[in-house]
């Protein structure tokens, strides 16, 4: 249950947040629910909602969502597990990927209270060419994984299809082995391996007069070397060591690394499935990069991964470089922030067929030129969704985006000119009142929960531009790291998790400093805010709309789209015609008054 008190004064932090001259914010005082392991660094649930896995020192853990039983463990002295991810396989089984102070990824398995060690997916066998893993993500309910890995300078990204189907088969192994009554000794398995589909390093300049995919040798050549000019002296600007003198370096990767998205079909005549859960690409920029490249998972096999470094099939030029992205939730709209505050949406959908190009830009927009970007995120539930207009939903974007200043925009694109910016909240007086945490929730259109370095949580509205509630545990409690704080947000219990660590105010006993507590947050049974949550989401309709399942749909949507935009452009050339016969009448009288 929550506990609430009333926050009598209007508090500092939200001075930008709160407009009206006297406002009283009420607190909501957090549950705690049970001690979480010793240096519990990271919080990850399923997306049914039945279980939480916690990454602490000596191994993971995965606990029960609803009792919060411990349920199986896997330790392992020396080792502290820094990431972790959990995603469903099959019926109560689940996959779950994680990364080690060390920079070493593991994949588990979880079935019947459980865990079995997959596979080290870098494991070290010469310490003079010891990998570290920086980034492991899972995808398609853990049919592909993707790793971000460096060594000795170089850095690379691999793309794995993952064994599913055959893991299952050998968990049903392992569990009738086990279960066997004349089985006496403990059951040893080998699990298939994990083999590369793709490795991906930073673009140089292809040799021959082979053709990248859809992309003719000369274009890719163009656009390859003029990256590869800018990113080195960005990244040698940046590192103060700018060097106009010296050639690009176009074979050394040392000081690249990348950002990737796993992307969906959304081409209703390429055979797949416009609704399969299963990406058909990769999109990959590079540090320092203008160029995002997209890469086939459909056209390689395993056999062939490590022959030769692929091709891009798709190259998207942006006149900036990147400095962050995102995609919508079925990934046919790609946001990029770019430098000099400029966001470009690709819609991959649309592009004439004589470019062969997977995408076109849907807007272009340009942000206040004070504002550095930070992150950016693509709102698939936002109040307008929720009540349906003229304009097609799959025609309109919604990103939140954030700057490193603090400064918070909403950004409402359609295709062509028609965008809206709106500025949520202005940048922070005090560095201690800068958002380490901003992220929408799918069940509460238009709420924002916000973490601030010092500490602070809080809900708000960004319509009214006013706070909800401040979000606190029990004394004396901290949220921990307000930085980098611990904590998971669970769509489907519709439930915020978060670790909580003793005040340090030199009272408590080394033992007691070191014994953190899991504290939850149950949206729908604080009274303040249940009336907000929308029992079905607009992001189902977004889905939808993004969809369009049958290939008559798309065509359908494409001539109405196509025919749109043909209207605009002739609205917009009768207008430019228009000025520009003013302006010669204009001319004309001046001529004859001389």
């Known amino acids: 249950m929550q506990f609430y008190r009333s926050a009598g004064q209007k508090s500092g932090e939200m001075a930008a947040a709160c407009n009206p001259e006297e406002c009283t914010v009420p607190t909501v005082e957090l549950e705690s629910v049970t001690q979480s392991p010793e240096s519990t660094n990271c919080i990850a649930c399923t997306e049914d909602g039945r279980y939480l896995s916690l990454g602490h020192c000596r191994g993971l853990s995965v606990w029960c969502a609803s009792s919060f039983v411990r349920v199986a463990e896997w330790l392992q002295d020396q080792l502290e597990i820094t990431f972790l991810q959990m995603t469903r396989m099959a019926k109560m089984t689940y996959l ?9 990824a593991r994949l588990f398995i979880f079935h019947c209270d459980d865990i079995h060690l997959l596979s080290v997916i870098n494991a070290m066998e010469d310490i003079n060419h010891r990998s570290i893993c920086s980034t492991f993500a899972l995808y398609g309910s853990g049919h592909f994984g993707a790793a971000s ?16 189907a055959v893991w299952l088969a050998e968990l049903e192994t392992v569990s009738a082995r086990e279960q066997d009554p004349n089985v006496t000794e403990s059951v040893d398995v080998k699990w298939s391996s994990v083999e590369v589909l793709i490795k991906i390093t930073p673009p140089h300049l292809p040799a021959g007069n082979s053709q990248g995919g859809a992309l003719g ?13 800018r990113s080195s002296s960005c990244l040698d600007a940046d590192a103060g060591t700018t060097d106009t003198s010296r050639s690009p370096r176009l074979n050394d990767i040392s000081f690249r690394w990348c950002t990737h998205h796993f992307l969906l079909s959304c081409d209703p005549f390429s055979g797949q499935p416009l609704q399969s859960e299963l990406p058909v690409a990769v999109a990959v920029w590079w540090s320092g990069s203008h160029n995002l490249l997209q890469y086939s998972l459909q056209k390689v096999s395993i056999k062939k991964a490590a022959e030769a470094a692929p091709t891009p099939d ?6 900036n470089r990147i400095i962050c992205s995102a995609v919508s939730r079925r990934t046919r709209y790609i946001a990029l922030g770019l430098d000099d505050a400029l966001v470009c949406v690709w819609d991959r959908r649309t592009g004439e067929p004589t470019l062969q190009h997977t995408g076109a830009p849907l807007s272009i927009i340009s ?5 550095s970007l930070l992150r950016m995120e693509y709102l698939d539930c936002w109040p307008e969704l929720l009540h349906p207009s003229q304009t097609p939903a799959a025609e309109v974007v919604h990103l939140l985006v954030m700057s490193k200043g603090g400064e918070l925009y909403m950004i409402r694109a359609e295709r062509g000119t028609h965008t809206c910016t709106t500025q949520l909240s202005e940048r922070p007086n005090d560095s201690r009142d800068l958002p380490s945490v901003t992220i929408s929730m799918p069940f509460l259109p238009g709420i924002l929960l916000i973490i601030q370095r010092n500490g602070k949580m809080f809900l708000q509205d960004v319509i ?5 509630c401040f979000l606190t545990p029990p004394t004396p409690y901290q949220f921990s790291s307000a930085c980098n704080p611990v904590f998971v947000l669970d769509p489907q219990l519709q439930a915020l998790f978060i670790r909580g660590d003793l005040e340090n105010n030199g009272s408590h006993s080394l033992k007691e400093a070191i014994q953190s507590r899991l504290f939850v947050f149950r949206f729908g049974q604080c009274c303040i805010i249940e009336q907000r949550i929308v029992s079905h989401p607009a992001s189902s309709q977004r889905q939808n709309a993004e969809s369009h399942g049958t290939p008559e749909e798309a065509c359908s949507l494409y001539l109405q789209q196509r025919n749109k935009a043909l209207e605009q452009t002739f609205e917009r050339l ?4 228009q000025m520009i016969e003013q302006r010669q009448q204009n001319y004309n009288k001046l001529r004859k008054k001389k």
């Open 367 to 371: 942000l206040p030129k004070y504002s």
């Open 96 to 104: 779950l990927g994680s990364v080690d102070d060390m920079g070493v």
């Open 314 to 319: 798709s190259l998207w030029p942006n006149a």
């Open 149 to 164: 890995i460096s060594c000795n300078g170089a850095s690379w990204l691999e793309v794995y299809q993952l064994p599913v």
């Open 574 to 577: 009768h207008k430019t015609a």
């Open 217 to 229: 040798a000369d274009l890719l050549k163009h656009c390859l070397v003029v990256d590869e000019i």
């Open 464 to 468: 009214n531009k006013t706070a909800v």
